[in-house]
């Protein structure tokens, strides 16, 4: 007899359809799966045969083959364990299927019969969606991921027989629960908040520029200053992320399989700081799998590159793509694949090896040469992408003991919000959002200076030895300093706080 269900499979952050046809016909007792099956999918013969068996339902003596269309995409994971199972107990005659016949399958499963995790759950039930599919049966343990989306029926189980109970009839299963994502976002609380930061106004301060117009940020100061604990409080004062921004990142971590049990939605802006050890795989993704890397799990909240000098230029040099497109591609052995990485890069370095130069208290140990050598290893095409450079000195004692909490990221994210709505609306009909993305015609469009302005820059620019990059990162910055302010133009005030942002590599 022959049986046809549904099951799918990821490409990237998409998936597709694959039909699971399973024939038995008398003849030898043999399993033979065919369609491009992976080592994993290949597996799933003995995780499938002992799951029937202890399902209360027989492992069919007969000739059984398990055809997977389309032939030629290959298929990744153990998602097909499900289909596999359910096509084979109906094609053998022991049930027949009375309902859920355009129903999706995904589901791993173990040797008892029940049903495992799998990652990439949201966007398989995603992509099935817009491919018309009206209802899904996955894991229980992925049910939270399913809560998020409309349109699509998704019933949880635990166990095989669960499964095929449902499809016979006899058994009914739930649908699992809609959430609401702007319910549930307002919760949202994060660990590290500004308002632990004493003092520090300058830093506080520049933070707050570089977020409103998503600029990417390098902090540089001597050991202990707070570098580390301020860039932890970046997430907090980002501008909550929209449902469009949290499924995309929630896709990503969900194919990682990184998504916590108990959420379904990643609705806090990520901070992944990879150690400067870190695999070029780990970072970029690929590898054995196609799993996205670190600086894709960044997606839409910060990167951080925490003493940036100690990471090889190799790792380094991966994040062109990301900044310039904002994807990176993974290779794989046949195709490749393309993940989104969006993020805000935030750096931190000390001002030289030993840490103390420019000290007032301590002394630096260092030569010329090794002070020399140490800044030179992030120079070049990333530290253009520094739009703000900020020099963060020791936080006074006089301030560390300061017992009112500073303002907190709430606040400075309310602020936040409005700035980058003023940049939605400006560029509406320009394919970027935030002014960190303006490119050398969009400068010319919406940063126009003043007779004032302009001899301000120009002065700067000869004492200050600048290069025309330098120029167009202090407009990019100066625009951002005037929406704060709410300012049509660029007055004087913001260009020179923008000025002070420069930095001193070029
Ligand atoms: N402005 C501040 N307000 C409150 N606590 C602070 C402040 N600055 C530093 N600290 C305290 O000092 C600790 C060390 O700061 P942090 O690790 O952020 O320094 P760092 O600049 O990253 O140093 P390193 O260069 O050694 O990595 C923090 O964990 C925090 O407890
Ligand atoms: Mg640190
Ligand atoms: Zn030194």
Known sequence: MLSKVTGYVLDGLSGYPVTVEVDTNSGLPVFDIVGLPDAAVKESK??????????????????????????????????LDLPIAVGIVVASGQVAVKRGNDCVLIGELSLDGSVRGISGVLPILISAKEAGFKEAIIPKANEKEASFIEGLTVRPVEKLSDAINFLSGTKDLFPVEKQNYFATAKRVVYENDLKFVKGQKLARRALEVAVSGNHNIIMTGPPGAGKTMLAKCIPSIMPDMDFEEALETTKIHSVAGILADDEGIVYKRPFMTPHHTASRPSLVGGGSSSNPGIISLAHNGVLFLDEMPEYPRSLLECLRQPLEDRVITVSRVKANVKYPASFMLVGSMNPCPCGNYGSKTAQCKCTPAMIQRYRSRISGPLIDRMDIRLTVGSVQYSDLIEKADGESSEVVRQRVNRTRLIQRERFREENIKTNAEMSEKHLKKYCSLSESCESILRDSFEILNMSARARSRILKVAR???????????????????????GQDD
């Open 46 to 79: 003995e995780r499938v045969r002992s799951a029937i068996k202890n399902s209360g339902k027989s492992f069919p003596n007969h000739r059984i083959t398990v055809n997977l269309a389309p032939a030629d995409m290959r298929k990744e994971g153990v998602g």
């Open 480 to 502: 951002t300093i005037a929406d704060m302010e709410m300012s049509r133009n660029i007055c004087e005030e913001h260009l020179i706080e923008a000025i002070s942002y420069r």
